[in-house]
């Protein structure tokens, strides 16, 4: 019988524990006599508060070349949001045939992404499309998009990390 009551300590201990360590989680709840609807709630607010369409020009003022770290972009620039813009803007191949030429791909998923695998990628911009205003992306789908440089056989991905991913967010409308 004490085994029994010592079990039944231990179970109303750890379920004690258990809400307590909620309830700390939740440190913006508020006791008393308030009434909660989505518009005084604190968990929910709309992530972009002007519900409009951002644009952004991929690396910023660096632009879509070899050798920057576009994930470190990506991350600093977030969130990002269904129907935003991304501008992929790069020099277009020279006239004299020198230069490094730049292309965006439409990676299939993670795998193809991590590897730079271009077996099942779709060409979405070609090496001319980036000059001037550049390239645009609508991102359209609550789903992550996988992008990548492929020339030279994929080179400017595995080398050069001219590789970005992205999940845009859905707006939140109150």
Not at 5 to 28: E, G, H, M, P, W
Not at 110 to 124: E, L, N, T
Not at 148 to 169: D, R, S
């Amino acid at each position: 019988m004490a085994f029994a009551n010592a079990q039944a300590c231990l179970l109303l201990a750890v379920v004690f524990t258990s809400l307590f360590s909620i309830s700390l989680a939740n440190y913006d709840f508020n006791w008393g006599p308030r009434t909660w609807n989505k518009t005084n709630c604190p968990y929910t607010h709309p992530p972009n508060a002007t519900q409009t369409s951002n644009r952004f020009i991929v690396g910023g003022s660096e632009n879509w070349h070899y050798g920057f770290n576009y994930m470190d972009w990506a991350r600093k620039s977030a969130p990002f949001f269904v129907n935003d813009t991304l501008v992929f803007k790069y020099d277009p191949p020279n006239a004299n045939g020198t230069g490094f030429p730049h292309s965006v791909y439409l990676l299939p998923n993670y795998r193809s992404f991590v590897k730079c695998d271009f077996r099942r990628a779709k060409r979405i911009a070609d090496p001319t499309q980036g000059a001037g205003e550049g390239f645009e992306f609508l991102l359209k789908k609550m789903q992550t998009y996988y992008f990548a440089c492929g020339e030279h056989q994929g080179i400017h991905c595995k080398t050069g990390n001219m590789k970005l991913a992205v999940m845009p967010l859905k707006h939140w409308r109150f």
